[in-house]
């Protein structure tokens, strides 16, 4: 058919047509922002358009260069980066200590003539050029990417958004670990939660103990029904693996430029098995069990409470200190099995000295020591809501899994909080009911719309006592997610909806609403390579 002979009844309808096109484009940013208004028109992205670091500001230099690297990466598109005078057809970053947006908010100014991310923050200006990531719609050539005229004001609602991952059940490569940070980013998402030490592996290299990860980060078998067999002698080989310290220099950098802190977790006293079998010294009972174990569960190995182990402990928390620049140091703390306390006749003295005969009190003496040598040196201990007790440090901060109980008391207490109750944040549960059809996970049933359903703040809390919820952030336990392609099954989009619940304002959250967006986001997922669950309806 020739254009001549389109009728003007069929112009019409394709004019309609068209705008419903747009229509259908309307921006699908995820977390939903604060405030959205579209405005006429639309910004032309070529190959020649700029990220201008407005006045050669150092924040906005780095970020407008970790823009540079996201966008070629993640969409091919090879945006230069200069410092200097604001212009037009640029996107220009600008670092303006007055603004109104917050540590971490941003202001986005999309008009046809140029695209303006003001901020106080690197980070503002970060998430600034991430939602404009997201509006480049994904279905334009990569020779004619438009963005749609808007403005955005835009603050997420808690300064805690993040993410745990489990590395000592399985470990995972540093490379993955590198992309899992930039899926993170992509949906404004501030701390890795990084699980470096349990009972089945310890995978943080200490220099002062070389044991800890020549024994420790070692096993057989893999667990998780799992062998790694060695093909030229029939016979399992070793599984395992660790990051050096320079690798974990090179990761907590690549996350600090997306900013994300790392918050390392050391596990004590309990979940000790990979360190005792390592230097069976620190253990609580003269002959405890050795071996690594491969199997899931709770263990009976717990650290002895010998100035000797403590300064143990210290030693590595020095290291660990050194390695990670944040403010929180995770200490663990939850499922401490007590048996070995009560056999040990020094800790049962000890016990004694301290006008107790509940063995609760041992890990509080112990989490007290801890958190007061952390407090020395200028961190905080973060720990599971096991370490609440009366003479818990107050600089301590409480992680709520067992339900939302241990959070409301830690606040009511006067500390600060993060919200991971297993019933909304624990994304080694399944996310479907026909278990069949799903990769094998530990148990639990966790759907999309109950992640997003979560409110953090738990509503015994006064607003004053409300202002200790940090935020929340989901969990990735790997006891049954061997490859890191099921890892990110597990994650995702269950994260994305997390990131919702810990950035939108509570009274703009919508289900529906999220879910038609998300239905777009999959093509972002897919670009930055993530395995996510498909929708179902
Ligand atoms: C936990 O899930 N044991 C914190």
Not at 196 to 207: H, P, V
Not at 338 to 357: E, G, H, P, T, V
Not at 465 to 486: C, D, F, K, S
């Amino acid at each position: 058919m020739r254009a001549g002979r389109f009728s003007s009844a069929l112009l019409s309808l394709l004019i309609v047509a068209s705008a419903c096109a747009v229509a259908q484009d309307e921006p699908a940013v995820i977390p939903n922002p604060a405030k959205i208004a579209r405005a006429a028109g639309e910004f032309a992205l070529g190959r020649a358009t700029t990220i201008v670091a407005v006045g050669g500001d150092a924040e906005a230099r780095g970020a407008a260069a970790t823009l540079a690297e996201f966008f070629r990466k993640t969409r091919g598109l090879r945006l230069a980066v200069a410092a200097g005078e604001a212009r037009d057809g640029e996107i220009n970053l600008r670092r303006d200590a007055s603004s109104a947006s917050g540590a971490e908010g941003y202001r986005l100014e999309v008009t046809p003539r140029r695209i303006e991310v003001t901020a106080a923050t690197r980070a503002g200006l970060f998430y600034g050029g991430i939602t404009l990531w997201q509006l480049i719609a994904f279905s334009q050539p990569r020779e004619a990417m438009t963005i749609p005229a808007l403005s955005i004001d835009d603050a997420p609602r808690f300064a805690w958004r993040g993410l745990l991952l489990d590395s000592a059940r399985h470990y995972q490569s540093p490379q993955f670990i590198l992309k899992f940070l930039d899926a993170m980013a992509a949906h404004k998402l501030n701390v890795l939660h990084w699980h470096l030490t349990d009972d089945q592996a310890w995978r943080l290299e200490i220099r002062k103990y070389p044991r800890l990860t020549s024994v420790g980060a070692w096993r057989v078998p893999a667990g998780a029904g799992g062998r790694d067999i060695d093909p030229a002698t029939g016979r399992p080989r070793l599984y395992g693996g660790y990051y050096s310290q320079e690798t974990v220099r090179g990761i907590v950098a690549y996350a600090a430029a997306r900013a994300i802190t790392v918050v390392p977790e050391i596990e004590m006293p309990g979940h000790a098995s990979a360190a005792i079998a390592a230097y069976p010294q620190l253990a609580a009972i003269a002959a405890p069990a050795t071996r690594v174990p491969a199997d899931w569960g709770i263990y009976d190995n717990v650290y002895s409470l010998e100035d000797s182990t403590f300064a143990f402990l210290e030693d590595v928390l020095a290291e660990t200190i050194a390695l990670f620049p944040g403010a929180y140091i995770h200490i663990g703390g939850d499922e401490v099995v007590k048996a070995q306390w009560l056999q040990s006749a020094r800790s049962r003295a000890l016990m004694r000295s301290l006008a107790s005969d509940d063995p609760e009190r041992l890990q509080t003496y112990f989490t007290q020591r801890i958190g007061r040598y952390l407090e020395s040196r200028g961190r905080r201990a973060v720990g599971w809501d096991e370490v609440l007790a009366p003479g818990l440090p107050r600089s301590a901060v409480v992680m709520s899994w067992r339900g939302i109980d241990g959070g409301v008391a830690a606040a009511q207490a006067g500390h600060d909080v993060v919200m991971t109750p297993t019933s909304n944040t624990y994304f080694d549960y399944y996310q479907s009911q026909d278990t069949a059809r799903e990769p094998l996970a530990i148990g639990g049933f966790l759907p999309l719309d109950t992640v997003y359903a979560y409110e953090p703040i738990p509503p015994a809390l006064d607003s004053l006592q409300a202002r200790h919820v940090l935020g929340t952030q989901g969990q990735i336990w790997t006891e049954y997610q061997r490859t890191p392609r099921n890892v990110e099954y597990m994650v995702f989009p269950r994260l994305v909806a997390l990131s919702e619940v810990a950035w939108t304002p509570r009274e703009q959250k919508d289900f529906a609403d999220f879910r038609g967006r998300l239905a777009k986001h999959l093509a972002r997922l897919a670009v930055i390579d993530v395995n996510y669950r498909r929708l179902t309806p």
